[in-house]
């Protein structure tokens, strides 16, 4: 039964070279070519080809620029005039020290808490949240690892890939990423000065009438700054009620409304348990605790409880006991009292700024509260040149386009990480660098 095939030579001598750079054929001068006397070679001398394995997974990659700002946030002296962090000046030192001493004293061993999170965290996040006026019980809270993966979990166990989840366009850019990552189908819904124009779903939502969430970030949001109108809070609850459409109020900002009477979170006027409400410390204390929570009914916390337990055996312990005792000793609300105050001096001066440099470059918004001015170009201009070369001069940016679904030309501004000095050598370098490409 044997067959006969013709083979060119020069393919036999490209196998055999492959076979002997796998180690399974050895070759030796003068002995000819024979077959590797160690079989284990091929495990021995062969290296692993990474780059099979590198693109994989179901995460997507981060878009270049934000692989970039990623790599040179850490720049010592780079000029980070669009980022969402706090700035170091701004960290309360003293409190955090009291409340480090104060656990090392008290705490009689580390092991792992929870799987909700520390009960006596969760009593008092509940307590917390009783002045903002949303009711929750401890059953009724988890804590995360920052609320970045309040919204993973979300995405991976409570939703089906296909779903749709709602957003404001622009929005938070972490999340767009995880939410398609997690292949969940995204669809962006416009803001005007009183928020999420909620109307506009109407015309879609019955096209994904499977699975659907709206996520949304009405207080100081990011990447635009704006504050969802009261009158727009109470027009979207019962909106979204008449079509069952749940909620995700992402919270980050909220405690950081520095005009008088601030908003109540949308949770407080959901009477009929539609909102997964999410919290975090990260913008209104310290990033790198890495402590959020989220408020929903108990068979949500009790699946999102499990498989975070699957993910990372819940939030670090020695966080969840030093937060405690900062919102328990009363300071946690001394300090953002006192970060409302600063940023809005903060805010105040980046105005002034903006108004002295870019008045004739752009137009922005003037937010009542977080970190964020949305400034939008008068004339496009291409801005990944822009971002490429602020770079060269030291000036790392949020270019707007990253947050949204459709192109822009505005950039995300943050008043909250660089002092008076430096946002104005920012701005000014940045006005001369626009000027160059808008002439071309
Ligand atoms: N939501 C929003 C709107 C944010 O801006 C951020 C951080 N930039 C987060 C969530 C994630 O914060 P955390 O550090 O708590 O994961």
């Given at each position: 039964?044997?067959?006969?095939?013709?083979v060119?030579?020069s393919?036999?001598?490209?196998?055999?070279?492959?076979?002997?750079?796998?180690?399974?054929?050895?070759?030796?001068?003068?002995?000819?070519?024979?077959?590797?006397?160690?079989?284990?070679?091929?495990?021995?001398?062969r290296?692993?080809?990474?780059?099979?394995?590198v693109?994989?997974?179901?995460?997507?990659?981060?878009?270049?620029?934000?692989?970039?700002?990623?790599?040179?946030?850490?720049?010592?002296?780079?000029?980070?005039?669009?980022?969402?962090?706090l700035?170091?000046?701004?960290?309360?030192?003293?409190?955090?020290?009291?409340?480090?001493?104060?656990v090392s004293?008290?705490?009689?061993?580390?092991?792992?808490?929870?799987p909700?999170?520390l009960?006596?965290?969760?009593?008092?996040?509940?307590?917390?949240?009783?002045?903002?006026?949303?009711?929750?019980?401890?059953?009724?809270?988890?804590?995360?690892?920052?609320?970045?993966?309040?919204?993973?979990?979300?995405s991976?166990?409570?939703?089906?890939?296909?779903?749709?989840?709602?957003?404001?366009?622009?929005?938070?850019?972490?999340?767009?990423?995880?939410?398609?990552?997690?292949?969940?189908?995204l669809?962006?819904i416009?803001?005007?000065?009183?928020?999420?124009?909620?109307?506009?779903?109407?015309?879609?939502?019955?096209?994904?009438?499977?699975?659907?969430l709206?996520?949304?970030?009405?207080?100081?949001?990011?990447?635009?700054?704006?504050?969802?109108?009261?009158?727009?809070?109470?027009?979207?609850?019962?909106?979204?009620?008449?079509?069952?459409?749940?909620?995700?109020?992402?919270?980050?900002?909220?405690?950081?409304?520095?005009?008088?009477?601030?908003?109540?979170?949308?949770?407080?006027l959901?009477?009929?348990?539609?909102?997964?409400?999410?919290?975090?410390?990260?913008?209104?204390?310290?990033?790198?605790l890495?402590?959020?929570?989220?408020?929903a009914?108990?068979?949500?916390?009790?699946?999102?409880?499990?498989?975070?337990?699957?993910?990372?055996?819940?939030?670090?312990?020695?966080?969840?006991?030093?937060?405690?005792?900062?919102?328990?000793?009363?300071?946690?609300?001394?300090?953002?009292?006192?970060?409302?105050?600063?940023?809005?001096?903060?805010?105040n001066m980046?105005?002034?700024?903006?108004?002295?440099?870019?008045?004739?470059?752009?137009?922005?918004?003037?937010?009542?509260?977080?970190?964020?001015?949305?400034?939008?170009?008068?004339?496009?201009?291409?801005?990944?040149?822009?971002?490429?070369?602020?770079?060269?001069?030291?000036?790392?940016?949020?270019?707007?386009?990253?947050?949204?679904?459709?192109?822009?030309?505005?950039?995300?501004?943050?008043?909250?990480?660089?002092?008076?000095?430096?946002f104005?050598?920012?701005?000014?370098?940045?006005?001369?660098?626009i000027?160059?490409?808008?002439?071309?």
């Amino acid at each position: 039964l044997a067959k006969t095939f013709l083979v060119n030579r020069s393919t036999i001598v490209t196998a055999m070279n492959m076979l002997i750079s796998d180690g399974l054929l050895d070759t030796a001068h003068g002995a000819g070519t024979y077959v590797s006397s160690n079989p284990w070679s091929l495990l021995i001398h062969r290296s692993v080809n990474w780059s099979h394995y590198v693109s994989t997974g179901s995460f997507r990659e981060n878009l270049p620029s934000v692989q970039a700002i990623n790599r040179y946030e850490a720049t010592p002296g780079i000029l980070r005039l669009g980022t969402g962090e706090l700035s170091p000046d701004l960290f309360p030192r003293n409190y955090f020290q009291t409340a480090i001493e104060k656990v090392s004293r008290s705490v009689s061993s580390l092991g792992y808490a929870e799987p909700l999170g520390l009960l006596s965290l969760r009593k008092t996040l509940s307590s917390l949240l009783a002045k903002q006026d949303i009711s929750a019980s401890p059953s009724n809270i988890l804590v995360t690892s920052g609320s970045l993966q309040a919204l993973q979990l979300i995405s991976v166990s409570i939703l089906r890939a296909g779903a749709t989840v709602f957003t404001e366009s622009p929005s938070y850019l972490k999340s767009l990423q995880l939410f398609q990552s997690a292949g969940l189908h995204l669809k962006g819904i416009p803001l005007d000065k009183d928020g999420l124009e909620y109307w506009r779903i109407s015309s879609s939502f019955f096209d994904f009438h499977r699975q659907t969430l709206l996520y949304t970030i009405p207080t100081n949001h990011n990447p635009t700054g704006i504050t969802m109108s009261e009158r727009r809070r109470h027009e979207l609850i019962e909106f979204c009620n008449h079509l069952q459409l749940p909620i995700i109020e992402d919270d980050a900002y909220g405690s950081l409304y520095f005009e008088p009477n601030p908003p109540k979170p949308l949770k407080a006027l959901d009477k009929n348990d539609a909102i997964i409400y999410l919290g975090t410390t990260s913008k209104s204390l310290a990033a790198g605790l890495r402590v959020g929570w989220l408020v929903a009914p108990e068979a949500i916390v009790q699946r999102l409880g499990d498989v975070k337990m699957q993910m990372d055996y819940g939030a670090s312990s020695l966080s969840q006991l030093i937060l405690t005792e900062i919102i328990e000793s009363g300071n946690y609300t001394t300090y953002t009292k006192q970060l409302q105050q600063k940023l809005l001096q903060r805010r105040n001066m980046a105005l002034t700024v903006l108004n002295e440099y870019f008045s004739d470059l752009g137009t922005w918004n003037i937010p009542k509260g977080g970190f964020y001015i949305w400034v939008t170009l008068r004339k496009r201009i291409p801005m990944e040149i822009l971002f490429c070369k602020a770079i060269k001069k030291g000036i790392l940016l949020n270019p707007g386009d990253m947050y949204d679904f459709n192109p822009n030309h505005s950039l995300r501004i943050s008043y909250a990480y660089l002092n008076k000095q430096e946002f104005t050598k920012g701005i000014q370098e940045l006005a001369i660098l626009i000027r160059s490409l808008s002439k071309n």
